[in-house]
T-cell receptor, first 110, second 112 residues
Framework: NAGVTQTPKFQVLKTGQSMTLQCAQD?????MSWYRQDPGMGLRLIHY???????DQGEVPNGYNVSRSTTEDFPLRLLSAAPSQTSVYFC?????????FGPGTRLTVT | TQLLEQSPQFLSIQEGENLTVYCNSS?????LQWYRQEPGEGPVLLVT?????EVKKLKRLTFQFGDARKDSSLHITAAQPGDTGLYLC????????????FGKGTLLTVNP
């Protein structure tokens, strides 16, 4: 099992550009989520999904879109990147009450 | 909004020393998890506690969930340089525990 994989590892965007952060898991977990981690702020939930076709907003959803067409994949879309979205992004999948995190994507918006 | 306060924010100790990290809230959580995160990597789950007063041991690490399920502690005995990392607590609420609330973390450095 690869667990939770994320691509890319690093990304630099210019303000206004769009991109998709990819996340995939091979553990057949129904629940997946996206977090951002900023210095001094801890991990904050952006969006989550309790199964294919079902998504909901977390604590900081503005500027981000998600979709869940399959159990395995949960991409995060930035439609118009802003410098405030510079952060490290983590995807996680969950079984029961245990979450498994991916290695993260470090995004810089200039 | 549920908040988890972790203390201390930073901790630097010598190899062999003992330490305790705290995670406190005014809210009740149905479960409490501890993660360790190393630079450039995602958090890795260490333990989950679900019962008030529960104590779990993982080698030199001892985790305790408060009786009222509002607080937790992590105690490390005879710390080693390999224990260095960011320790995060996370609380789950509701029946599914899907939406976790994370503390801001304690950055531990163990010097050889």
């Amino acid at each position: 099992n690869a667990g939770v994989t994320q691509t890319p590892k690093f990304q630099v965007l210019k303000t206004g550009q769009s991109m998709t952060l990819q996340c995939a898991q091979d553990m057949n977990h129904e629940y997946m989520s996206w977090y951002r981690q900023d210095p001094g702020m801890g991990l904050r939930l952006i969006h989550y999904s309790v199964g294919a076709g079902i998504t909901d907003q977390g604590e900081v959803p503005n500027g981000y879109n998600v979709s869940r067409s399959t159990t395995e994949d949960f991409p995060l879309r930035l439609l118009s990147a802003a410098p405030s979205q510079t952060s490290v992004y983590f995807c996680a999948s969950q079984t029961g009450i245990e979450q498994y995190f991916g290695p993260g994507t470090r995004l810089t918006v200039t | 909004t549920q908040l988890l306060e972790q203390s201390p924010q930073f901790l630097s100790i010598q190899e062999g020393e003992n330490l305790t990290v705290y995670c406190n809230s005014s809210s009740v959580f149905s479960s409490l998890q501890w993660y360790r995160q190393e630079p450039g990597e995602g958090p890795v789950l260490l333990v989950t506690v679900v019962t008030g007063g529960e104590v779990k041991k993982l080698k030199r690490l001892t985790f305790q969930f408060g009786d009222a399920r509002k607080d937790s502690s992590l105690h490390i005995t005879a710390a080693q340089p390999g224990d260095t990392g960011l320790y995060l607590c996370a609380g789950g609420s509701g029946g599914s525990n899907y939406k976790l609330t994370f503390g801001k973390g304690t950055l531990l450095t163990v010097n050889p």
